[in-house]
């Protein structure tokens, strides 16, 4: 049988199953990229990463005074 094209399935047991959305402005995202590349890692990667060590270390407070 030929492949399809496209992504390749993932296994059940790696896949994430929610999805966040969050608006930056070029600049902002052009920052986090840098931040993921020095990194080594995807942005997705990195800004899970980043978002879940914030919100341990702040007691699940974080962000609030970035309004």
Same mark, same amino acid.
């Given at each position: ?13 790696? +896949?994430? !199953?929610?999805? #966040? @959305?969050?608006?930056?402005? $070029?600049?902002?995202? *052009? =920052? ?5 590349? +020095?990194? !080594?890692?995807? #942005? @997705?990667?990195?800004?899970? $990463?980043?978002?879940? *060590? =914030? ?7 974080? !962000?609030?005074?970035?309004?």
């Amino acid at each position: 049988m030929k492949k399809k094209p496209g992504r390749p399935v993932v296994p059940k047991s790696l +896949a994430k !199953g929610t999805l #966040l @959305s969050v608006r930056f402005s $070029g600049d902002e995202r *052009a =920052a986090l990229e840098a931040a993921a590349a +020095a990194a !080594g890692l995807t #942005l @997705s990667a990195w800004a899970r $990463g980043a978002l879940l *060590a =914030a919100s341990s270390d702040s007691g699940g407070d974080a !962000g609030h005074d970035c309004l």
